[in-house]
Each structure stands twice: as structure tokens, then as C-alpha cells.
């Protein structure tokens, strides 16, 4: 009765009603694009197992991996476009290459004249920054050994630096020698085999010939003395003819 008497209420029986939605004015929630986030956290952290595996080797840069991580960190902001977060992930990943790949092992091939010599081995580094790394010297069934095999190596931004590594060969021919280059912890940045051929004749001739000079020498003088001994011998007064 109460409701019937209100004149801002009307009332309609159910029946009524519309039975669907049909000519209800709609509401379109806001187009939200969708953002893995999951998708997002694994390739940053990729990126920083990039750099963890060389981070030793950039000991003496000036914070360089620091500013690397920083970078990915705001890689990680969802808030990023796709070509924005792209943008920081590659300065970071280019930079880890191009110190994977700053200094390049030698493809030198070498001759021994005798068992004992060494090899000289220059590096150069290519990037922007000082790197700290290590070289090992091995060869197959230990065919040669080296003083030292395992090198300590620092190299100046655009640097270059040259090894001597001492060999002794154990045999003679054709030698395989593998050089590895490290990062102080251990990750592999370059290997390269390269080929020692071993004459050690050429060392035994060259001995040869000094002892072949030394005895010519001792010839010379025994035949000097002789025939100084025998015009000596000419000259005394005994051996004379008479006039």
C-alpha cells in the first residue's frame, strides 16, 4: 500500500519483464594488453647467467657488470614495450659477446730444430675493456711438456700482449698442440689446435758440425807442428850437406 502511494516508484508485474538482456545498454571493460611475466623473467635471467659466466674476466673494468644488471633490471619492468625491453636486453647481450669473442687464439704453426724451444703466442684483445683471462697449454698423450702450461694473461683494452712458452717434445714428427683460452674460473672462451713439427735431426747435425769443425781444427794444428817440427829438423846444422 505504502509502495503503491509513492509516485517515484512503479511497480510492473514480472511477467512483465523483459526475459533476456537484449536492448540493455552494454559496458566494455578497457582493452588490457596481456604481459607474461614469466616470459619476461627468463630471458633476463638468461641474460645474467650471460654475464655471471664472463663476470671474472671484467675484474678491472670500471663496473661494467654492474651497469649490466642494472640495465636488466629495468629490462624487467612491465611496464615496457616489448621493442623497449628488447632495447636493454641487447646492449647487455651484445656487450657479452664482444668480450666472448675479444681475443682470438693464434693459428701459427711451429718448427723445433731441436727437442727444446718455445712456442710465442700473441694475443690481442678487441674490446673496450681490460680482461683478465688464462691460457692452458696441453698436448695429445703428453707428446710435449711446458713451462708454464697454465698462463696468467692481462690484457689492456685494445691491447695486445705476446707468451713464451717453453717446450720440451718427447718424440719427433709432426706434434698437435691444443691451446685453450679461459676465464679465470674456468669457462671456455677459445680453443685452437696448432702443429709442432719436431726436426730434431737438425739439432744432432748441428752438433755434428761442431764436432766436425773441432776435429778439422785439432788436424790443422797437429799438421802445423808436424811440419814446423820437420823444417826445424831441415835446418839443423847436422843434417847440412857439406859444400
Keep these: 500500500r505504502y509502495l503503491r502511494s509513492a509516485p517515484q516508484i512503479s511497480v510492473v508485474r514480472v511477467t512483465d519483464l523483459a526475459p533476456t538482456l537484449e536492448g540493455l545498454p552494454t559496458i566494455s571493460p578497457p582493452q588490457v594488453p596481456l604481459i607474461d611475466v614469466a616470459k619476461i623473467q627468463a630471458s633476463t635471467n638468461a641474460a645474467r647467467e650471460s654475464i655471471a659466466a664472463i663476470g671474472d674476466t671484467l675484474r678491472d673494468a670500471d663496473d661494467v657488470v654492474a ?21 636493454y636486453l641487447g646492449t647487455v647481450l651484445d656487450g657479452v659477446a664482444d668480450v666472448r669473442n675479444a681475443v682470438a687464439l693464434p693459428r701459427n704453426s711451429y718448427t723445433f730444430g731441436s727437442r727444446e724451444s718455445q712456442l710465442r703466442i700473441t694475443l690481442t684483445n678487441t674490446s673496450e675493456y681490460p680482461l683478465t683471462l688464462q691460457l692452458r697449454v696441453a698436448s695429445a698423450a703428453n707428446k710435449m711438456t711446458f713451462t708454464p702450461n697454465v698462463i696468467d694473461v692481462q690484457l689492456a683494452a685494445r691491447g695486445q700482449r705476446e707468451l713464451f712458452v717453453y717446450a720440451t717434445a718427447r718424440s719427433n714428427g709432426l706434434l698437435t698442440v691444443e691451446l685453450v683460452l679461459t676465464t679465470p674460473s674456468g669457462v671456455v672462451l677459445d680453443s685452437q689446435n696448432v702443429r709442432v713439427r719436431v726436426n730434431a735431426i737438425a739439432g744432432l747435425g748441428r752438433g755434428v758440425s761442431v764436432v766436425f769443425l773441432a776435429l778439422l781444427t785439432l788436424w790443422w794444428i797437429i799438421h802445423l807442428r808436424r811440419n814446423h817440427r820437420k823444417k826445424k829438423t831441415r835446418q839443423h846444422p847436422a843434417l847440412r850437406s857439406s859444400p
Design 67 to 87: 651497469r649490466w644488471i642494472e640495465l636488466l633490471d629495468v629490462a624487467n619492468d612491465t611496464s615496457l614495450t616489448a621493442e623497449q625491453r628488447q632495447t
